[in-house]
T-cell receptor, first 114, second 117 residues
Framework: KQEVTQIPAALSVPEGENLVLNCSFT??????LQWFRQDPGKGLTSLLL?????REQTSGRLNASLDKSSGRSTLYIAASQPGDSATYLC?????????????FGTGTQLKVEL | DTGVSQNPRHKITKRGQNVTFRCDPI?????LYWYRQTLGQGPEFLTY????????KSRLLSDRFSAERPKGSFSTLEIQRTEQGDSAMYLC???????????????FGPGTRLTVT
């Protein structure tokens, strides 16, 4: 079964700290991996998408890496701010089945405190 | 381009009633997806359309669920005889996929929160 796991489930850090969120997936045959942000009761905002041939993507203070062979991705957030508080979801598009859907992890709930 | 929109944003219904949700994708996006998200979980795939054709349905989509995309633009998701277990956030996403183009990112709407009492 193709699964996506995220650890930790929740994380609380002081403002200004750099942090890493982890995502692992059970099948290395993927099209791409996408990181999303979700605010309470809201929809999903796409943060970064990494194609299977790429090693990393960067957007502002965010950097996502991909190690397909080991089934891992990390989302690095630099200089965290209270506005970064949200749930971060990792989603994988697996090759099996044609890659027509995203398989999500359960998310990491981040709180950045003043 | 105003993004993916969903209506209503919230729906409260009594068990046994039918409900219908609407999703308007980003214009010219040919793929439309429905996901369901329960509290504390990631979204789970329900179904997707390529233009007006429904090409895949998850086992989560029981006989009480039906989705349509009649003209290849907006889509509706209907739940008949709602049950308390149907309470969830229903998310719609769209993407543009072309031959020889990598499967690109999905853009999500704000979701419809369903509460079945």
């Amino acid at each position: 079964k193709q699964e996506v796991t995220q650890i930790p489930a929740a994380l609380s850090v002081p403002e200004g700290e750099n942090l890493v969120l982890n995502c692992s997936f059970t099948d290395s045959a993927i099209y791409n991996l996408q990181w999303f942000r979700q605010d309470p009761g809201k929809g999903l905002t796409s943060l970064l998408l990494i194609q299977s041939s790429q090693r990393e993507q960067t957007s502002g203070r965010l950097n996502a890496s991909l190690d397909k062979s080991s089934g891992r991705s990390t989302l690095y957030i630099a200089a965290s701010q209270p506005g970064d508080s949200a749930t971060y979801l990792c989603a994988v598009r697996f090759l099996t089945g044609g890659g027509n859907k995203l398989t999500f992890g359960t998310g990491t709930q981040l709180k950045v405190e003043l | 381009d105003t993004g993916v929109s969903q209506n209503p944003r919230h729906k409260i219904t009594k068990r046994g009633q039918n409900v219908t949700f609407r999703c308007d994708p980003i214009s010219e996006h040919n793929r439309l997806y429905w996901y369901r998200q329960t509290l504390g979980q990631g979204p789970e795939f329900l179904t997707y359309f390529q233009n007006e054709a429904q090409l895949e349905k998850s086992r989560l989509l029981s006989d009480r669920f039906s989705a349509e995309r009649p003209k290849g633009s907006f889509s509706t998701l209907e739940i008949q005889r709602t049950e308390q277990g149907d309470s969830a956030m229903y998310l719609c996403a769209s993407s543009l996929v072309r031959p020889a183009r990598p499967l690109w990112e999905q853009y999500f709407g704000p979701g419809t929160r369903l509460t079945v009492t």
